[in-house]
């Protein structure tokens, strides 16, 4: 079963992504370090790891990408970064 968002029409901003999308966010953050597990796109289909790769481009050095979500990697993640 997939996720489903039911948005109204009249509250969406026609282009507000393309003038700040996830990428942009993690490169405001950077040098910080950033995790994106199990990324979808704006219709909740999955991403597959060659996309996020294309999509993190901006902010590449920064990002550690995984196309599964799994909490036992989420906390091996934020281990090292504490390290």
């Known amino acids: 079963m997939t996720g489903f968002c039911n948005v109204p029409l009249d509250v969406i901003v026609p282009g507000i992504f393309d ?4 990428p942009d966010i993690a490169a405001l953050i950077a040098p910080r370090p950033v995790l994106v ?15 996020m790769k294309v999509k993190a481009a901006p902010v590449a050095p920064n990002v550690t990408l995984r196309e599964a979500s799994d909490s036992g990697v989420t906390g091996g993640w934020i281990g090292e970064i504490l390290r």
């Open 37 to 51: 597990q199990a990324a979808v796109d704006g219709r909740n289909r999955p991403l597959t790891l060659e996309e």
């Open 19 to 22: 003038a700040g999308d996830l």
